[in-house]
């Protein structure tokens, strides 16, 4: 699974498609709050464990999305109006994050099956 185009469709909200003929959607704030980033979800290295505090969702900017780049041909860093562009988003963990009415069905299903 690769990503083949990414496009902005509004101030919050970005289209996905991918080489296997998927077009997704996904909102910038889903995007930001599911940032993958040791500082943004926490870590566990060598048995210490670090737990980051919860997310100031108010922080200015938080949730304007300023640029994107490829990370070679296997995840995308996308840069944030506060300032944060630490996460790396591998292609499995933006295409889990789509928001459109097939894949929402599909998590769905999931939970309720």
């Not at 990503?3 to 704030?29: A, C, F, N, P, V």
């Not at 930001?32 to 980051?52: H, S």
């Not at 780049?69 to 933006?94: C, K, P, V």
Request: neutral net charge.
């Amino acid at each position: 699974m690769q990503l083949k185009r990414l496009r902005r469709l509004s101030s919050d909200q970005i289209s996905l498609e991918w080489d296997d003929g998927h077009m997704g959607t996904t909102s910038l704030k889903t995007l930001r709050d599911f940032c993958p980033c040791a500082g943004c979800k926490g870590e566990t290295v060598l048995f210490q464990t670090y737990v980051p505090p919860p997310a100031d969702t108010q922080t200015p900017g938080r949730y304007i999305l300023n640029g994107a780049e490829a990370i070679g041909n296997y995840a995308m860093r996308f840069s944030w109006g506060d300032g944060h562009q630490e996460g790396i988003y591998t292609w499995e963990h933006l295409r889990s994050l789509c928001e459109c009415d097939l894949c929402i069905g599909r998590l769905r299903w999931k939970t309720e099956g």
